[in-house]
């Protein structure tokens, strides 16, 4: 008996919905999570957001967000307390293939 699709998207498909996603890399190489980026506003926190380190306690709640446009993609640390990306103090734009240490997580943005 044959299986029909009613509705949602089979396993793998893209989501047109987003523009950029954040690998996060790993000793030796490999990659670990990998966090699709919207257009707009994606936060980065260990308590809340699309990108979220719940047991990195070098995270800050409300860490950092990424800020995606047909222009790039602009980092802004919130208020941090240990700081994001070389403790930056105003938003800074990052280019596909940019890292960004995030409490003990580096992670790399692709486009």
């Not at 790039?72 to 240990?82: E, K, M, R």
Request: proline share 5%.
């Amino acid at each position: 008996m044959p299986v029909e699709m009613t509705e949602g998207r089979a396993w793998g498909s893209t989501n047109p919905g987003y523009r950029a996603r954040l690998s996060q890399l790993l000793e030796g190489g490999g990659t670990g999570e990998v966090f699709p980026l919207r257009e707009g506003t994606n936060s980065i926190g260990r308590e809340v957001g699309e990108v979220c380190f719940p047991s990195d306690r070098y995270v800050s709640a409300r860490h950092a967000r990424i800020d995606i446009s047909a222009a790039g993609a602009v980092l802004f640390d919130v208020g941090s307390s240990n700081g994001t990306f070389l403790r930056i103090s105003g938003p800074t734009q990052i280019l596909a293939g940019d890292q960004i240490l995030i409490g003990i997580h580096l992670v790399r943005i692709e486009g």
